[in-house]
Structures are given as structure tokens and as C-alpha cells.
């Protein structure tokens, strides 16, 4: 995105007024020059070396404002100098501290190493520019890279004395840290989420530009799934900042922005209740931008008034598919058609649409799915709803905790994980089975079925799903209907 004409404008007016020494209100424009200076000074020597500017400057100063416009000038002079340093004291230090490289998924990562984030208990966490944390500095960034995070650089400076250069964006900016991707959904979306908290946090915030980073590398675009959910949450086109438009002769895009929030934990430190505000922030958000009714499942019942129950087959092609839809799809039915009021919906999560798949869930109550990360649309199905989630073989022994990964989603966004089943059976391994090779043959393995296993789980989830409809319905009759605005409207 190229800056407005406003923003360069204003930023040609800032230079030009530091040259106007002789306007008649310029005591008063040299007392303030002189206050200022002096804060920043002061709060510079209590938290780094001070810069080398002398104090006897100051004594200068005030004295100038006793006498002549000679005088002035020199003091002028000074003040030029002075700010002079200040803008060369600027230190631009990698955005990839490469000696962080083994811990960059704990604690210490290595994106802006050198700052730490602002963390209440159970609030996420996060970074501010400016902000008291930051003595009121702002972020700068230098660089544009896409492929070595360690050319790119981050640095804080004062608003008053920008680095030579620099390109001043105005707005709230969203700078994201990402150790995975913004393509799948399930790893996107830990990275949204953050955000989107601190949008409810502070009175619905909207940013006016994205910067998404992967290992301090830039990256231009979310995946269309993610896109959408963050224009259907903040309710406005999503603006990926690729710094195109900006020049420079040394090939160093060179931006400062006037408010910055940076989050590179995820939903690390926040509570079950703080993340379950935000997946109902967006699931509310994507059923009124997919214009689905928002009283969700209570609103569906048959013509006795006994509620229906969605059961979904939400199926994989490839990797981690079953393989034998048909007979697993018997199995349901079977299960499904026992229970009045049970509706088996069976859908291919390859070819839907991000409103297809809010609306596919949003008449879900059981969703019954693979492994993948078609089952990070598990927030979209109403609060303390089901799922039933599948494995091919060897991933309890070699899939590390990734593999828990919905059972996480599914404590985090208020919903009911019902178990996994694992297949003994899959392709063969020559080595051990506890050895890591065996992961790259069992990874992209097919799943197979236990019809007596299946057709008994089904059931008692069914029935313990049927007695819990029947009780919040009862509970939610004499409450007033479900509003029909989500927060942050
Ligand atoms: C400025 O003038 C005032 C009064 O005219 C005097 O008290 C003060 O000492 C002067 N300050 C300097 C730095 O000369
Ligand atoms: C970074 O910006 C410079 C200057 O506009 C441009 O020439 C370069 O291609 C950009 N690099 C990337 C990786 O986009
Ligand atoms: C700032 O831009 C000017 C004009 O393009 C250039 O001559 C100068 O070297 C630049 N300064 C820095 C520090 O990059
Ligand atoms: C939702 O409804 C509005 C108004 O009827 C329409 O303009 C919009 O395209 C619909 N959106 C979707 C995703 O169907
Ligand atoms: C899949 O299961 C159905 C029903 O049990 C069976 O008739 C069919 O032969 C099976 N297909 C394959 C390829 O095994
Ligand atoms: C979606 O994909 C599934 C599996 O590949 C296929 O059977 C189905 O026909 C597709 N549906 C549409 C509408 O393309
Ligand atoms: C979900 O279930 C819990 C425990 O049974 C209940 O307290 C809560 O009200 C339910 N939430 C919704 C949104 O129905
Ligand atoms: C299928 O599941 C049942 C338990 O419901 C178990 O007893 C049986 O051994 C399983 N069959 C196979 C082939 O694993
Ligand atoms: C609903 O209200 C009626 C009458 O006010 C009362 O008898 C009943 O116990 C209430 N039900 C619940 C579940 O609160």
C-alpha cells in the first residue's frame, strides 16, 4: 500500500517547521522545543546510557530565552545538532535473533528479541508502540525481505526525532509472528487470535494494516480461508502491508508506525474463558457475514417441537481420508436413523466455501472427522457441541503433541471433544514402530473402521447429545430470544 498524500505531507510539514526560526512566536516555540527536549532527555538517562549531549545545552537554553535572536540562532544551531543525535542514536537490531533459533517455539522466541511483551494473568500477551512500556517510542521496521529474517530490522525511536528517512504510516498496525504459516487454518488462526483479543479488549480497535511475519521473513497474504474470516471479524477488506510504492535508493524500505500491536505467542497465557470470548467473537462475525442465523441449533426443531440433531460426516480426500466412505457412512446412517430427530449431513471439506463451511457447522451438533485441519471449523457448530475425531495408525507413538491439537480447539472455543479413535491397522513400517521413520509412511495413511466400536460410540454420544438439547432447551425457553448482535458491533 502506497502512503496517502496526507501522510507525506504531513511529514514535508514537520521538516519545514523545524527550519522557520524566525516567526514571530518563536520564544514560545524554543521554550517548548527546550521542555521536550529535556523529557526526552530525562527519560532517556533513566533507562539507557545518555546520549553524549551536554547539559550545560540546557543552561543555554534557558538562557537564550532571556536575550537576543543572535543567540537564538546559536541555540537553534544546538537544538538541530542535538536532535541530530537523537535520530543517530536509533539502533536497528534483526527482527530473527538467530541465537534463539532452538527456543523460537518457547518462551524466548527470536522475533524482536531484545523486547518483552505486556502480560496480565489470563490476558494475552503483547506488544505496544508507543505505550509506557516503550517510554513512548514508536516501531520502526527496516527491510522487506521474504526470504532471511535476519536482513530485517526493527528498531524505537522517539515520534519527534524519526530516523533519516523514514516513512511515517499513520494508524493502529497489527504486527504478526507466526513460527508456522498463514495458509493452514488451524496455524493461521493461532495467529489471529491474539488480535482479535485485543480488539475486544481495547473498545474494538480496527487496524488499518496487517504486517505478517514468518521467521522475521515478510509475508503478503493470508490463505482465502483466514482472509475471510478476519474481514468477516473486523468487518472491513483485509490490507496486507507489502511496502510496495514506498521508495528508496538503498533498497531499504524504512517505516515507523504511529501505533503498533505485536504478538508473536498466539494464544499463549491467555485463559479458557478469554479464548472462548474470542471464538465467540468469531463465530458470531462469520454467521452474520455468511448471513446465517445466529440462534443456531435451539432455533431447529421438528414439527413436535423436539429438537433436531445434525450429525456430520465432514470427510477428507488424500491424506488422512477414510477408506471406505460408504461403509462408514452405513455405520452412521445406522446410528443416525435410531434417534427420531437425527440428521446425517455428509460433506467433502475440499471444495466448500469459507460460508459454506460457517453455515455447514452452524446445523451441525456431532461433527465426525478425520485428523486435519478441516476440523478447525469446529468453532463455527454452536457452544457445547460434539466431536469425534479419527487417526490412521502410528501417530499416538510418533505425532507429538500437535496431534492434540483439536482437543485443545475444542476446550478453547466451548465445545465437547468426544474422543479419537486410532486404527491398529495401516501400511506397513519396516523399521520398529517406535521409530521416526515410520511417521513419514503412517502420515499420510488412510483410515480404516470398527463397526461394533463405531456403531456404540455414535450411539451413547447421540444420546447423551439428545438429553443435552433437551435441557438447555428448557433452560433457554423462559430466557429472552438470543440477541441478534455479536460484541464488538
Ligand atoms: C533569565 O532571566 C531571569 C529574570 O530576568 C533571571 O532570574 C534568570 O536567572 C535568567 N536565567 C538565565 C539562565 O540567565
Ligand atoms: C523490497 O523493496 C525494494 C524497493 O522497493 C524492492 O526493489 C524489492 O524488490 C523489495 N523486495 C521484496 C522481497 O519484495
Ligand atoms: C536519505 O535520502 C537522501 C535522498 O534520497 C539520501 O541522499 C540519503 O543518503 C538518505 N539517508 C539515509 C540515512 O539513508
Ligand atoms: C448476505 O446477504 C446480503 C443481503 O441480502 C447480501 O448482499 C450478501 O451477499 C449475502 N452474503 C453472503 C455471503 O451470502
Ligand atoms: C466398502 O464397504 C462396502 C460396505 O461395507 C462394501 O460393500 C465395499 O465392498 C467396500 N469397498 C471396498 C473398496 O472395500
Ligand atoms: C467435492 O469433492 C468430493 C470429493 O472429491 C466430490 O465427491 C464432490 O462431488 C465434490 N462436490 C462438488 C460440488 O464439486
Ligand atoms: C454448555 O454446557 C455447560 C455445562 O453443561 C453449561 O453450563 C453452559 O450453559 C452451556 N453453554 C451454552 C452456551 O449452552
Ligand atoms: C472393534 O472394537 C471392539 C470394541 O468395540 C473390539 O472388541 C474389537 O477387538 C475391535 N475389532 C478390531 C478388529 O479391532
Ligand atoms: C420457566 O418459567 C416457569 C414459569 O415462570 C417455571 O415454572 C419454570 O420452572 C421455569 N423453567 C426453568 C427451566 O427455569
Redesign the pocket.
Known amino acids: 500500500m502506497a502512503v496517502s498524500e496526507s501522510e507525506k505531507s504531513s511529514k514535508h510539514e514537520r521538516k519545514i517547521s523545524t527550519l522557520s526560526l524566525y516567526s514571530p512566536k518563536l520564544s514560545i516555540y524554543l521554550l517548548a522545543i527546550c521542555v521536550i527536549l529535556l523529557i526526552i532527555l530525562q527519560i532517556q538517562s533513566l533507562h539507557t546510557p545518555p546520549p553524549s549531549i551536554s547539559w550545560n545545552f540546557m ?1 543555554q537554553c ?2 537564550a ?2 536575550s537576543s535572536t543572535t543567540t537564538l540562532n546559536g541555540c537553534s544551531r544546538e537544538l538541530k545538532s542535538m536532535a541530530w543525535k537523537l535520530r543517530n542514536t536509533i539502533t536497528f537490531l534483526p527482527l530473527k535473533d538467530l541465537r534463539y533459533s532452538s527456543t523460537a517455539q518457547q518462551g524466548h522466541t527470536w522475533f524482536m528479541s531484545s523486547m518483552y511483551d505486556t502480560h496480565e494473568e489470563g490476558e494475552v500477551q503483547y506488544q505496544k508502540f508507543p505505550s509506557e512500556a516503550s517510554k513512548g517510542r514508536i516501531l520502526c521496521l527496516k527491510g522487506n525481505d521474504t526470504h532471511d529474517g535476519s536482513w530485517n530490522s526493527y528498531a524505537l525511536a522517539w515520534p519527534e526525532t524519526l530516523p533519516e528517512n523514514a516513512t511515517l504510516m499513520k494508524g493502529l498496525t497489527f504486527v504478526s509472528y507466526n513460527h508456522y504459516n498463514y495458509d493452514n487454518i488451524w496455524h493461521g488462526l493461532s495467529a489471529m487470535v491474539p488480535f482479535v483479543a485485543w480488539h475486544i479488549k481495547n473498545q474494538c480497535a480496527m487496524p488499518r494494516r496487517w504486517i505478517l511475519y514468518h521467521w522475521g521473513e515478510l509475508r503478503t497474504k493470508m490463505g482465502p480461508w483466514l482472509t475471510t474470516l478476519m474481514e468477516a471479524t473486523y468487518g472491513q477488506t483485509l490490507n496486507v502491508e507489502n511496502f510496495d510504492g514506498i521508495k528508496d535508493e538503498n533498497y531499504q524500505i524504512l517505516t515507523c508506525f504511529e501505533e503498533a500491536v505485536v504478538m508473536r505467542h498466539n494464544e499463549g497465557g491467555m485463559s479458557r474463558e478469554k479464548r472462548m470470548e474470542v471464538y465467540d467473537l468469531l463465530r458470531c462475525k462469520a454467521r452474520v457475514y455468511c448471513n446465517v442465523s445466529l440462534e443456531g441449533r435451539i432455533a431447529e426443531v421438528n414439527e413436535k417441537g423436539v429438537p433436531v440433531i445434525g450429525m456430520t460426516m465432514f470427510m477428507r480426500t488424500g491424506a488422512r481420508s477414510f477408506k471406505n466412505n460408504t461403509a462408514l457412512i452405513g455405520i452412521f446412517n445406522k446410528v443416525c436413523r435410531k434417534v427420531e430427530t437425527c440428521r446425517l449431513l455428509v460433506a467433502y471439506s475440499n471444495n466448500l466455501t469459507f460460508c459454506e463451511q460457517v453455515k455447514l457447522m452452524s446445523s451441525t451438533d456431532i461433527l465426525v472427522s478425520p485428523h486435519g485441519a478441516q476440523l478447525t471449523n469446529m468453532f463455527f457448530m454452536d457452544r457445547n457441541s460434539s466431536v469425534m475425531e479419527f487417526f490412521p495408525k502410528g501417530w499416538l507413538n510418533l505425532a507429538g503433541v500437535g496431534q492434540y491439537v483439536y482437543h485443545w480447539i475444542a476446550s478453547w472455543s466451548g465445545m465437547i471433544h468426544r474422543g479419537a479413535w486410532r486404527d491398529p491397522k495401516g501400511d506397513h513400517c519396516p523399521y520398529p514402530d517406535e521409530d521416526r521413520r515410520c511417521m513419514a509412511i503412517y502420515k499420510g495413511g488412510k483410515i480404516g473402521y470398527n463397526e461394533s466400536f463405531f456403531s456404540e460410540w455414535a450411539e451413547n454420544v447421540l444420546n447423551e447429545v439428545k438429553i443435552r438439547k433437551a435441557e438447555e432447551i428448557a433452560s433457554k425457553k423462559n430466557t429472552s430470544r438470543i440477541s441478534n448482535a455479536c460484541g464488538c458491533t
Open positions: 543552561h534557558q538562557k530565552m532571556n
